[in-house]
């Protein structure tokens, strides 16, 4: 089990950049595949990016080409580079992490989750 904090969320205007950051705090996140969920307002919780161990990447199409996702093991820290941000980008994002094998875009996969950080995107 591994112990999950976001930060870095908050308001931007439309077109504005947010790096959000997920630490772990119990277990080096090394030896995790880590992935990003959101929840906006009356949603789903939606999967947004995965970084699995070895550094491979998928998004959803809806953030491709906006978002980022990379990891620092040496800082055990998992980040989301949010650019081009746009009002529907607004929900509060959960990091989560497994280390089982599965379909990566599914949150059931996932063990362990953070807290959630408020993204707010004004326009």
């Known amino acids: 089990q591994v112990q999950l904090v976001e930060s870095g969320g908050g308001l931007v205007q439309a077109g504005g950049s947010l790096r959000l950051s997920c630490t772990a705090s119990t277990s080096s996140l090394s030896r995790y595949t880590v992935a990003w969920f959101r929840q906006g307002p009356g949603k789903e919780r939606e999967f947004v990016a995965v970084?699995?161990?070895?550094?491979?990447?998928t998004y959803t199409d809806s953030v491709t080409g906006r978002f980022a996702i990379s990891r620092d093991n040496a800082k055990n820290t998992v980040y989301l580079q949010m650019n081009s941000l746009k009002p529907e980008d607004t929900a509060v994002y959960y990091c989560?992490?497994?280390?089982?094998?599965?379909?990566?875009?599914?949150?059931?996969?996932?063990?362990?989750w953070g807290q959630g950080t408020q993204v707010t995107v004004s326009s």
């Open positions: 970084i699995w161990r070895l550094g491979s990447t």
């Open positions: 989560a992490a497994t280390n089982s094998a599965g379909q990566a875009t599914m949150s059931r996969l996932y063990d362990d």
